[in-house]
């Protein structure tokens, strides 16, 4: 399996609140993505990076921002957390743009 | 844009074969991905079509039509563990890198 982590893996958080999850991974790989993953909507993508501290949005960023300072760290920001923003969001990386995407545990949150 | 479809839920015996469509609208093709996703877990990569044709591993055994935009995931043997989600994935030119993914099809394995 690709070494990949998720941090936290489950938040429960309060409308309003600043929230950071992150994603690890230990392959060295080039490509990050940040998903989220709703009933009826499948995954979708929030934002993605091709390399330290180049990042772009997805198809789903609007509230969302992220940050890559090192290869293994990808950052996904919730500024001021709403309840829509309750889901589950999965990292993934891939060795390069042609490639399979792996995907991380995922993490639960729920905004109250 | 890219509509993707594929069947919400479908059921099947152990042992039998399922067949799980996947249909897709773009201007610029460059890959079909299948993915499989237990309740509660990650998704995992399963095959990838590039090129017509079918594409075999196992008892798994995905094919393209790109002139239909077409694809499906074959699953033989059915077995318990088989009952999950299964994804498919676009990937096109002008959106190089990044997939976009249907909304799923639930297979439930019955004995």
């Known amino acids: 399996d690709a070494g990949i982590t998720q941090s936290p893996r489950h938040k429960v958080t309060e409308t309003g609140t600043p929230v950071t999850l992150r994603c690890h991974q230990t392959?060295?790989?080039?490509?990050m993505y940040w998903y989220r993953q709703d009933p009826g909507h499948g995954l979708r993508l929030i934002h993605y990076s091709y390399g330290v501290k180049d990042t772009d949005k997805g198809e789903v960023s609007d509230g969302y921002s992220v940050s890559r300072s090192k290869t293994e760290d990808f950052l996904l920001t919730l500024e001021s957390a709403t309840s829509s923003q309750t889901s589950v969001y999965f990292c993934a990386i891939s060795e390069s743009l042609s490639n399979e995407q792996f995907f991380g545990p995922g993490t639960r949150l729920t905004v109250l | 844009g890219q509509n993707i479809d594929q069947p919400t839920e479908m059921t099947a015996t152990e042992g039998a074969i399922v067949q799980i469509n996947c249909t897709y609208q773009?201007?610029?093709?460059?890959?079909l991905f299948w993915y499989q996703q237990h309740a509660g877990e990650a998704p995992t990569f399963l095959s990838y079509n590039v090129l017509d044709g079918l594409e075999e591993k196992g008892r798994f055994s995905s094919f393209l039509s790109r002139s239909k935009g077409y694809s499906y995931l074959l699953l033989k043997e059915l077995q318990m563990k088989d009952s999950a989600s299964y994804l498919c994935a676009l990937m096109t030119t002008d959106s190089w890198g990044k997939f976009q993914f249907g909304a799923g099809t639930q297979v439930v394995v019955t004995p």
């Open positions: 392959e060295n790989h080039r490509y």
């Open positions: 773009t201007s610029g093709f460059n890959g």
